[in-house]
């Protein structure tokens, strides 16, 4: 692998492009040109051919790609053909919903637990999973090998939660809560943020014209 | 306004500096340099000035911004001045957290109406709303003025909720279903898609030391 600086916009292409050729495979599409795949994706086929320039050379010229192929390789690239071990903090509405939304297992994201502050939720039962105090996590987070958290809290809670899981060893975390966090720098954290994409939407609305 | 082209990321960005505005003005913050919001935001201070200068002049040099002015200027430019009707489409379990999620209401974002196709789900009540018949749908987000419409259903229905919606003129879409969708060229659609950011965390942990 190349050790060139990837940006994470080329990465989120390459799941893109991955979830479409498991979809074309579940198809039994066997072949796909790099024009198809971007007009599926929508994306243009440079991009295609520039992001995967990073990781090598793939696809044969004037045939494109073989799909069985080419998705293994970018779920090896992706680290997706592993188990991930995620834990939930925050079992509200959102969180709840997200316990049980097939798509995380469906994709190798495996929930092996979820913590709550408040009493009401704690042993709450959702899927295979007992909603446990958010006091008892750090073990248990050792303990279950969770590589992964996710923040469902609401937003003045979501920094105990990020250094909670940080103690506890994860140092990937998707954060649903509206709110900058603090992390060390080996950790990496991204966002869910649909108030900064319905903000863009109402700009977009609000003087279509000139947009 | 200026009539350049003005990337999305600016935009995105000038609703987290929106955010953090709002939460300084709560604070009784009357004025912050651009160095303070730029650290606040995770941006750097000549980004916050560059997005800003697609807009016009806006603080006083060597003293920073007005909280209170600014972070109105910036509302009026995002169009958030005004409170957007949203119509939600498929009331599963991220639909109802979505529509009992305080944020939206907090930020002008006001939900008129629920739909679903899903029978058992038709007549629930949440929050003030009763969840209607998706067949409904038309004439309904016509009447009650429905301006952007969020989808979270899942993923084959999703490209039928945005035909429905845009029939009934709806030009703005926050989508949640982890599915590329077609639309008008004057229709606007906003991905939420965690599902690419969980594989991103996923590549940066499978080789942590080169990234």
């Known amino acids: 692998m190349k050790s060139v600086n990837i940006p994470d916009i080329a990465i989120t292409r390459l799941s893109l492009y991955a979830r479409n050729l498991a979809l074309l495979d ?21 991009q295609i051919r520039k992001d995967l320039a990073y990781f090598g050379e793939f696809g044969t010229r004037g045939l494109g790609y073989y799909v069985k192929e080419l998705l293994y390789e970018i779920r090896n690239i992706l680290g997706l053909e592993k188990k991930w071990h995620l834990a939930l903090v925050g079992v509200g509405g959102l969180g709840a919903a997200l316990l049980r939304d097939a798509e995380f297992v469906n994709h190798g994201y495996i929930f092996v637990g979820a913590f709550e502050k408040d009493p009401k ?10 909603v446990q105090s958010f006091k008892t996590m ?20 979501a920094q105990e939660a990020v250094d909670r899981l940080v103690e506890a060893g994860v140092n990937g975390i998707l954060n649903f809560a509206p709110v900058q966090l603090q992390c060390p720098h080996d950790v990496h954290i991204e966002n869910v943020d649909w108030g900064l994409k319905l903000d ?4 977009k609305l609000t003087a279509p014209t000139s947009r």
Chains 1, 2 share one sequence.
Request: proline residues 5%.
């Open 26 to 46: 579940q198809k039994g599409v066997e072949m796909v040109s790099s024009a198809r795949l971007a007009d599926i994706c929508g994306v243009n086929p440079a």
């Open 121 to 130: 939720r704690i042993g709450m039962r959702i899927g295979d999973l007992t």
């Open 138 to 157: 750090t073990p248990l987070v050792r303990e279950k090998r969770v590589e992964l958290g996710v923040i469902a809290v609401s937003s003045p809670w």
């Open 200 to 203: 863009v939407l109402s700009y």
